[in-house]
């Protein structure tokens, strides 16, 4: 489940996609909640987009990586347009990643980005980030919510298991 994430305190993503090939799942503006279902809760720092990369799963880093290469490919002469536009102050690819330490099997992680998809990130300006979560992440998180509705984790990645 890879994202692209875009954004900047004055950026304007609805302008820019205007324009754009990219389609975005979400959009977003400084100031508008974080979560629809709480308006008085957290609010967003900065205005953006997310754009799914990839719909492997948590556990697929390598198929998530190949599916990567392809966006950054099929999608160079937007990315570098959104990387020349001021407003925009961060562009990055989102790995989730499931937790393997175990602690029984597993006593470290390791994950690894090949120098094909650092080089093509690093020549549109785009980071890379991983995001390590418990494999069990939603029963924990309905533990913490109770009753309340699922909803998507910090990052922005919609939690699907496959």
Known sequence: MCVLRVTGRKFDPAKHLALSTLRPYAV?????????????????????????????????????????????????????????????EDI???FPLDLRIDRKTN???????????????????????ISIYPPDLEQLARGRQGARTRRSDRNGHRRTRH
């Open 28 to 88: 977003f503006r400084a100031g508008d909640p974080r979560l629809a279902s709480r308006p008085d809760g957290p609010r967003h720092e900065f205005s953006g987009f997310k754009v799914d990369v990839s719909r492997r799963s948590w556990a697929s880093l390598v198929g998530q990586v190949a599916d990567a290469i392809g966006f950054l490919k099929k999608h160079r002469q937007a990315l570098a347009k959104l990387r020349r536009t001021k407003e925009v």
């Open 92 to 94: 990055r690819l989102d």
């Open 107 to 129: 006593l470290a992680q390791f994950d690894y980005f090949p120098p094909k998809l650092v080089s093509l990130a690093g020549a549109l300006g785009c980071g890379l980030e």
